[in-house]
């Protein structure tokens, strides 16, 4: 009986030394492997997630405004389409690090007809550009803009090793492009 627990004990001892020997790389293979690169890949969704929302934003304040290029005369401190895009985009994107314009914010005004079917991007070709008042027919249409943003996003740590090459996201930035789209609330406003 006493050998049998003693077997039993010298078992139990050479578990736990393999254990402990195993631990480390058990453990850098768990954090290094696994969670770090999870954590980056969090922090660029979460990023990306915060650049949507700025375009998002960007076209639900600029649906609101009264022209579409040039300022409206009153009130005085009253933005176009165009200005207040641009200004609620780069707000946005500045409450957080991590996400850039690589490109102006452009704006598109489209014309869906009432009866049903696609929308027509009036100025496709040329962005941030208004149409001719001729080119507005409020029985016929509903009018919309979409807000485009083309930029980067920076993942949390960016490795710097020859070794990867350039990876988006892990070596360099991500590179980034959304668009929303949202009901223009004054037609006669497009032309302006």
Do not use: H
């Amino acid at each position: 009986m006493v050998q049998r627990n003693f077997s039993i004990s010298a078992t139990r001892k050479r578990c736990s030394a393999q254990v402990l020997a195993e631990a480390p790389a058990a453990l850098w293979i768990l954090f290094v492997g696994i969670g770090f690169p999870l954590l980056i890949l969090a922090t660029l969704t979460l990023r990306l997630g915060l650049f949507w929302e700025a375009a998002k934003e960007a076209a639900q304040v600029s649906c609101q405004a009264q022209t579409f290029l040039t300022p409206p005369t009153y009130p005085t401190s009253a933005l176009s389409a165009v200005q207040s895009a641009t200004t609620t985009a780069q707000n946005v994107l500045n409450i957080f690090p991590g996400c850039t314009l690589t490109q102006p914010v452009n704006v598109y005004i489209g014309a869906t007809p009432i009866s049903g079917g696609s929308t027509n991007w009036l100025n496709a070709g040329s962005p941030n550009q208004t149409v001719s008042a001729g080119q507005i027919d409020t029985d016929q249409n509903v009018y919309s803009i979409r807000v485009d943003l083309v930029g980067q996003v920076q993942p949390l740590v960016t490795f710097n090793c020859p070794y990867f090459g350039n990876i988006p996201g892990l070596t360099e930035p991500f590179p980034a492009s959304v668009s929303e789209q949202r009901i223009f609330e004054n037609p006669l406003g497009l032309s302006q």
